[in-house]
């Protein structure tokens, strides 16, 4: 058997970070690496080409590296390169290796959370217009209507650490508004983007009482640990020693920078490229 490695975690940007918080939470003996593609992000306006082919050098890359599980903690890779990446690449280049999005766990939750089966996605434009949410809850629950609503500005008021203050809650309503005013039905909303639980307080602050929030971290993290349950081979090939290594395509000290914002801790950080 090849030698264990890290689980891999990538994402486009530091939205990810959000993600492999949790993951660790729930699963805090195994080691990991972080690889933020920074230097080329955001994703979510590229097109699925260019998304494609990013995700899949960072993949390889990531293989390269000793990991022989990915997760894509990022939405729009997950929605536009997952499945090619696990339909077409993975056979060729190590059929026994994984590469996971956060897209399927979070669709799997929506339904037993649902009472009026009536589901609201807040994502990028990136997400949004993949029709990706709608396309796997609509193939495991054929009832659930999902409405969904690109939210453009919530990211960079996260990355310029603008989402606490003041300024922040006019974009935060007026995305929800929207949402609700096209199906006031709506009972359960999924957050398609890991920065967005860092507006939880806002968003929460605008929702009516009894609509539930569905963040992927958790999902993610309690969905890796059944896996890796379910699946022994590969929980074998994931080493556990509980550290975490952090790699970014732009520079060390941007990074380390804007990472504070979403991971708490020190940073055991290098550049890479891709």
């Known amino acids: 058997m090849k030698k264990a490695g890290p689980i891999a975690v990538f994402d486009s940007g530091y939205g990810g970070l959000t993600v492999l918080n949790k993951i660790i939470q729930h699963l805090p003996q195994y080691d990991y690496i972080y690889l933020g593609d920074n230097a080329r992000t955001p994703y979510g306006t590229r097109s699925f080409e260019v998304v494609y082919e990013y995700t899949l050098e960072a993949v390889r890359k990531l293989f390269q590296m000793g990991a022989h599980m990915v997760i894509l903690a990022c939405n729009t890779a997950s929605a536009k390169a997952l499945r090619n990446i696990q339909q077409k690449d993975l056979a060729g280049i190590d059929p026994n290796r994984r590469v996971l999005g956060v897209?399927?766990?979070?669709?799997?939750?929506?339904?037993?959370?649902?009472?009026t089966k009536h589901v609201g996605i807040l994502g990028t434009i990136g997400t949004v217009q993949s029709e990706s949410y709608p396309i796997e809850i609509n193939k495991l629950y054929p009832t659930i209507k999902v409405t969904q609503e690109a939210c453009p500005m919530w990211v960079p008021l996260v990355e310029n650490n603008e989402f606490l203050k003041g300024g922040a809650d006019y974009f935060v309503k007026q995305h929800i508004d929207d949402l609700l005013n096209r199906d006031p039905e709506i009972d359960t909303i999924v957050l398609g983007c890991t920065h967005y639980p860092l507006l939880i307080d806002k968003i929460k602050a605008y929702l009516p009482e009894g609509i539930a929030i569905v963040?992927?971290?958790?999902?993610?993290?309690?969905?890796?640990?059944?896996?890796?349950?379910?699946?022994?081979?590969m929980n074998e090939k994931c080493s556990k020693n509980g550290s975490v290594k952090f790699y970014t395509t732009e520079q060390v000290a941007k990074f380390k920078q804007t990472a504070g914002i979403f991971f708490k801790g020190e940073l055991n950080l290098e550049h890479i490229v891709l």
């Open 215 to 233: 963040e992927q971290g958790d999902i993610v993290g309690e969905s890796l640990k059944d896996y890796l349950r379910r699946h022994p081979e």
């Open 103 to 115: 897209i399927r766990p979070s669709v799997e939750a929506v339904e037993a959370i649902s009472n």
